[in-house]
């Protein structure tokens, strides 16, 4: 009997200890499901944004009341800043390194510390700081056409927060990139704003933001005498 006992107890710790992790794996997931982007977002951030996000918010508090900025509309979207393009998207020559490689996104170049405006409603999905593009911001837009990223860099000034909601023309941040006057300018041969339109929040998936921002060029017209 007392080894029919302990047989049992023995068999139901067996079974309790591989229920007991899918119950805690269980209750972490939905823990994580139930926790903003900007706590996931902390794993994965390293020190010099998180002090400067820290910073921010010592100043700011958790909501940032946004003004709205002048909103030019060429094409689909508002342009993000009111300036030519000065380095288009596709292969170039980095003007910095000199090595032949992709440009990402388009270059804008306003006056120096212009109102940097959204694109389109959204979601503030991350705020940050690297030494490529210095301080930046990458917004979510769902539409019920499409879900896209607008991704803005080389930022003197930031006024946004993650998991904030972004309306269009709102003034997220002021333009900067001056390599000697501006905090964190990243790579940068002079002030501008370098603007990408992504798939998904991955950089990787970097599109051509032109005709997100320009009408698409008329049809070119038959040559007369030639085909139709």
Known sequence: ??????????????????????????????????????????FFTNPQEMAALQAFRAEHGDKVRLQTGMIVLNGKYPMPANGVITSPYGPRIHPVTGKRGFHSG???????????????????VKVGIDDIYGNYILIRHDYPDETFYSFYAHLSEVFTLPDQEIFTGDVIALEGGDPVNDPNPGTSTGHHLHFEIRTNRF???????IPYLYPPPPPAQAEEGGEA
């Open 1 to 42: 009997m007392v080894a029919d006992e302990d047989g049992r107890k023995n068999l139901m710790l067996l079974f309790s200890i591989p229920i007991g992790l899918v119950l805690l794996l269980l209750m972490m997931f939905a823990y994580i499901l139930a926790s903003p982007l900007s706590f996931l977002a902390g």
């Open 203 to 209: 950089a990787w998936s970097h599109t051509d933001p």
């Open 106 to 124: 388009i270059d804008i170049a306003p006056e120096w510390h212009s109102e940097i405006t959204s694109i389109a409603d959204g979601q503030v």
